[in-house]
Each structure stands twice: as C-alpha cells, then as structure tokens.
C-alpha cells in the first residue's frame, strides 16, 4: 500500500517539475531569443490543471493541506480522533462528487474535439491525466478514512521520523 501511495506522491511530484521547466524553458526562449514555444501557454495551462488535481491527491493522503485546528488542538486524543474522522469522511464526499463531475467534463472536451491554438492538439487528454489524479485522491481519501476508522495506532497526522521512514 505505502509504494502505491508513494507513487502518486512521485508522480505528483513530477508533474510540478513538468510545469517549472515549461516555465523556464519558455521565459528563457522568449528572453533570450525571443521565441516562443508553440502552444506553451496551453500546454502550462493544462499541466497546472494536472498539478493541481495530483497535489490534492498527495496532500489529502497526508494530512498536509490547510487546516484550521483551534477547536481541534483544544480536546483530548479521542476527539481529536473523531473530528478527523469526521473531517476526512467530509473530503472524501467533496473530492469524490468533484471525480464525478470532472469526468463529465473530460467527456464533453472530447465529444467537443477542444484543442489547443497553435498546433490543434487534442485537450481532452490533458483532462484525463487530471481525473486520474483526482481519482488517486478519492482512493488515497479513502484509505486514510479506513486507516483512521480501524487502525488505532493511525492518528492520520504522520511525524517527522514516520515521513523519513515511509
């Protein structure tokens, strides 16, 4: 479980380096060059989508994302443990109606052959590596839901040793 877990953490991971050398690459070009990569701005549009939706995945998992914990840090360990329950079974509704609909709309970019400007390459794909990663949120979602609910020694919020052991 933890190298499929870990996989999508990596592949998140190269998704953001996808995007900061689309990045550089481009500003480089048009600096020093003045030229511009075809399609540059669509291809960094999609891939900060793709981003996106893989991030979600790594930080749910986690724990990793904003909170707000002034009621949380103010109960004991039982409670703590219920709200996070609570809280990631709350994510877990979010996220998988948001997989819902995000699937609805790959469909219609590919029903509506949308493409990008210059070179008319299909977008729809871009739109399906996205889903995918909104879809390792949800799984990811709920393992951690199943982890805090039966696993007594999870409390959901990995340490600094438990992150440099995993």
């Known amino acids: 479980?933890?190298?499929?877990?870990?996989?999508?953490?990596?592949?998140?991971?190269?998704?953001?380096?996808?995007?900061?050398?689309?990045?550089?690459?481009?500003?480089?070009?048009?600096?020093?060059?003045?030229v511009s990569i075809?399609?540059?701005?669509?291809?960094?549009?999609?891939l900060l989508g793709i981003l996106i939706f893989w991030g979600i995945a790594a930080t749910s998992y986690r724990g990793t994302h904003i909170t707000v914990d002034l009621v949380w840090s103010a109960v004991g360990p039982r409670a703590k443990r219920c709200i996070d329950i609570f809280a990631t079974l709350v994510l877990?509704?979010?996220?998988?109606?948001?997989?819902?609909?995000?699937f609805?709309?790959?469909?219609?970019?590919?029903?509506?052959?949308?493409?990008?400007?210059?070179?008319?390459?299909?977008?729809?794909?871009f739109a399906l590596v996205a889903w995918l990663g909104d879809v390792s949120a949800v799984l990811l979602i709920a393992i951690r839901?199943?982890?805090?609910?039966?696993?007594?020694?999870?409390d959901g919020h990995p340490t600094v040793t438990q992150q440099a052991v995993e």
């Open 145 to 154: 839901t199943w982890r805090l609910i039966f696993s007594p020694t999870y």
């Open 92 to 102: 877990l509704f979010v996220v998988t109606v948001q997989t819902i609909m995000l």
């Open 104 to 125: 609805d709309k790959v469909r219609l970019t590919r029903l509506d052959h949308v493409e990008t400007y210059d070179l008319n390459i299909p977008v729809w794909p």
């Open 1 to 34: 479980m933890d190298k499929f877990i870990d996989t999508i953490e990596w592949i998140a991971a190269g998704f953001v380096g996808l995007v900061a050398l689309d990045i550089f690459v481009s500003v480089l070009l048009r600096y020093f060059f003045a």
């Open 38 to 46: 075809p399609d540059s701005y669509d291809f960094g549009k999609q």
